[in-house]
């Protein structure tokens, strides 16, 4: 793969992604494990594959769609319905997990309907699903390096507060921590971040990978920082490594990233059973 790479255009570009995928994914998804979020990144999923489809639908009837980057509708409905969760945890104060299911079942029956009102797509549904190597385009690029900055850019700026907040949320909102703005904020960012992380993973696996290599880092890991440090590296492996076998394999990546994702783990708690590593608990640095 490492000499196709100077030769064909699209593993460079899938290449790219992968590396800011495996950088931005663990990185936020740090947060969202910490503040028992997981299964959000599903909810958010599944919208953005109903925006995604919607748009391949509207691109056989109105020309302007036809020539733009489903991506983009799918991020404006990934980011819409981070809106509607925080809206529902709202609605359902003692039950906020309801949010998640509602979301994620308004995700999958509008993007059934979308797919069989459509006569074929320009896209293979695998690779929604799924991910795939070919997929990935040069203004995708530009799309997933925006991203990764800003998110980048937002965690630098607000990591105290969003530390805060997520090892102590009643805390943080009497302390006087503008906790709304922040959530919604938070939302924001993770929406993003899966909607651009869909086209190397795909729909059904993307939540994998924010949260499978946070989970191995949480193992052995005792502070927050080398928390996010360890699950970076994680996603790195298993992001590159999974993009070089799906490649020599002629698979679809995201089952591969999430595969070795999964191995990351069982080695890591292998190591702890045989007392090569040792379980820590992760600790709010205050300081």
Do not use: C
Not at 48 to 53: E, F, N, R
Not at 72 to 81: C, Q, W
Request: aromatic letters at 12%; a neutral charge.
């Amino acid at each position: 793969m490492i000499t196709d790479l100077f030769t064909y255009s699209f593993l460079r570009y899938a290449f790219i992604a992968a590396v800011v995928i495996g950088f931005t994914a663990p990185l936020i998804g740090s947060f969202v494990v910490v503040r028992r979020m997981s299964l959000i990144a599903d909810a958010l999923s599944h919208m953005t594959l109903a925006g995604i489809s919607f748009s391949l639908f509207l691109g056989q009837y109105i020309l302007l769609f036809s020539d733009l980057n489903p991506l983009y509708l799918g991020t404006l409905v990934s980011v819409l319905a981070a809106l509607g969760l925080n809206w529902l945890r709202g609605k359902y104060v003692h039950f906020q997990e309801l949010s998640i299911p509602i979301m994620m079942s308004a995700g999958m029956g509008l993007s059934a309907i979308f797919i069989s009102l459509s006569r074929g797509f320009s896209i293979d549904l695998s690779t929604l699903l799924f991910g795939s190597i070919s997929a990935v385009s040069l203004s995708d690029i530009w799309m997933i390096l925006a991203v990764a900055g800003f998110t980048l850019l937002v965690i630098i700026v607000f990591y105290k507060q969003l530390l805060f907040l997520s090892f102590d949320e009643e805390q943080a909102k009497v302390s006087g921590l503008p906790s709304t703005m922040l959530h919604v904020l938070f939302m924001f960012v993770v929406a993003l971040v899966i909607a651009v992380s869909m086209r190397i993973v795909g729909t059904l696996l993307v939540s994998s990978l924010i949260t499978l290599p946070v989970a191995a880092a949480l193992r052995f890991t005792s502070s927050f920082k080398q928390t996010i440090l360890w699950s970076i590296v994680f996603g790195e492996v298993a992001t590159i490594g999974g993009l070089i076998l799906a490649y020599e394999l002629d698979v679809a990546p995201g089952g591969v990233i999430v595969l070795l994702a999964v191995l990351i783990l069982a080695v890591v708690m292998l190591a702890e059973r045989l007392g090569l590593a040792r379980k820590k608990e992760v600790r709010y640095e205050g300081n």
